[in-house]
């Protein structure tokens, strides 16, 4: 049997409800109004700047530094992915690769979902490393003097190939690429932090490739994560991370952040 539901103060029920949407629904708007800007306050320990997705695009990576000026102070934080897709992955690491020997105080290189795939590829080519010729890896080898590599060619002989061109100490840099960096309150990951988690907590699975919630879920702790990995037509700013990966090997579009105190300004070329 079902029962009728009377209200006890029938006079009351709708203003109240009335009043309830009214509270929710601007809670609601005001969230939607302010969801584009930072909810953290940005308080690194010194400015730095970050550097999106490369991709190959030495050409790219030349104009930008031009705007950066390395030879100043500033610390110079590489978001990873520095290979693949683009013509001169072989040229981008070896520029990396001097830079923070000459400046390893001032630059730090993190490690990107393409150069995971790379390693995998040197240590097991025949398994798991196999996904990297389908991902952007041919053109790294290209750039690398493996000509005319193809899907279809012996994965070990195409691995040798390209452990014969790196050199042995730039394989071993690669290997020791840490997945995240902070100054003060603000990280800088390859891919996402879960935002559940403390950013000490992290898994590297999430850093390199990302996380189901990162996107839509804002901290709620006071730290800022600044990221590459998923492709944004502009950099971005959303409640505690900033994203800036403009698809660099397809756009033509390379992005640097500048981050200060309280203060984030983007560096784009063209």
Known sequence: MRIKRTPLYPSQEKPLLRQFLGQFLGKEKKRAQTGDKIANVLQPDAPFYAIGDIHGRLD???????QIDPEANQKLVFLGDYIDRGPDAAGVLKWLFDLEYRRPDQVVCLMGNHERMMLDFIDDPLGRGNIWLRHGGLAT?????VHRATIHDDPMHLCQALERALDPAMTAWLRQLPLSWHSGNVWCVHAAMDPIKTPT?????????GHPA???TSRQ???CVVHGHTTVGAPEIHNSRIAIDTGAYHTGRLTAAYLADNQCRFVQIP
């Open 60 to 66: 790219l990576l030349d104009v930008l530094m031009q």
């Open 141 to 145: 080898l290209e750039s690398f003097g």
């Open 201 to 209: 907590a992290q898994r590297s699975k999430t850093m390199l490739w």
């Open 214 to 216: 990162f996107l839509r």
């Open 221 to 223: 702790d006071n730290a």
